[in-house]
């Protein structure tokens, strides 16, 4: 897989903005066919690229996903990144703000850094003050248990988060929705809007000349078998284009096909096929 310039939908709500990504689509299960209509049944390995996820969707995930169980220490989520003094340089700092259930529920601030483990491919925000937003009683409490995240917000296992002393511990491919992604990051940098991740690895694809090649907005199949509705397409050569080149191209994987028909597909001498499609938000837009 080739992805240029893509708006890429995983849901609704959780989305994250492409640049490049290269990678390989393998079926999880017996059958050697990549089925673009089950994520459930394919996982995306990144092999290189770039791409950028903005601050509320971490935000989204956070309290829609990674904390949202019966019994969860931690709801209304907020995040900030801002620039802070550190030392005489300039740094990042993340400003998490909630509510966290410590005896009671009480109204949060945790300032700290939010950094990139590149050896375990995890990222790790640590802790370095928290203070109460305007509750008497909060200092007293927090005085009590000490700074210390893994006390205050115990998380269960199989959530992609885990907490080591002062230490939020961020396994990022497993708080995203399906189709499961891997990977490995090998840079990490912050904006006050978001993430932007680097993708690397010693494996390298030849992909042939493009089919259409004046286009920078575009998603590209090669080679192995896909699955898409009633078409199975062997040895795969397609190429998604954007109709528009105009902004990104808004692909939403899960519901491809709404797109798909609004648009129009062409077969080229050497059997490749080229399916122009619209943007997502141009056909669902009221």
């Given at each position: ?175 995203f929705p399906p ?16 993430l932007q991740l ?89």
């Amino acid at each position: 897989m080739k992805l240029s310039n893509l708006h890429f939908r995983l849901t609704d709500e959780i989305h994250m903005e492409v640049k490049e990504l290269i990678g390989e689509a393998i079926p999880k299960g017996k059958t050697p066919i990549v089925n673009f209509d089950d994520v459930n049944s394919f996982r995306i390995d990144i092999l290189s690229g770039e791409a950028f996820v903005k601050t509320e969707i971490m935000e989204y995930i956070f309290n829609n996903m990674v904390f949202n169980y019966d019994g969860s220490p931690l709801k209304n989520m907020q995040m900030q990144f801002f620039d802070d003094e550190e030392d005489g340089k300039k740094v990042k700092k993340l400003r998490l703000t909630g509510d966290m259930k410590l005896v009671v529920w009480l109204s949060f601030e945790m300032v700290g850094k939010m950094y990139l483990d590149r050896e375990k491919t995890l990222m790790v925000i640590e802790a370095e003050r928290i203070k109460s937003l305007g509750n008497p009683y909060t200092k007293a409490l927090l005085d009590t248990v000490g700074l210390n995240m893994e006390k205050l917000l115990p998380v269960p296992s199989g959530r992609g988060i885990t907490m080591q002393g002062n230490k939020i511990i961020v396994e990022p491919f497993k708080i995203f929705p399906p189709p499961q992604i891997g990977g490995f990051i090998s840079d990490m940098r912050i904006h006050n809007d978001g993430l932007q991740l680097f993708f690397s690895s010693k494996k390298k694809i030849a992909f042939p000349p493009l089919p259409v090649r004046d286009v920078k907005n575009y998603l590209y199949l090669y080679q192995g078998d896909v699955k898409f509705g009633k078409l199975t397409m062997v040895d795969a050569r397609l190429q998604m284009v954007d109709l528009s080149q105009k902004n990104d191209f808004d692909f939403y994987l899960k519901k491809y096909q709404i797109p798909l028909a609004a648009g129009y597909s062409k077969i080229m001498p050497d059997g490749s096929v080229v399916a122009h499609i619209p943007d997502y938000r141009d056909v669902t837009r009221k």
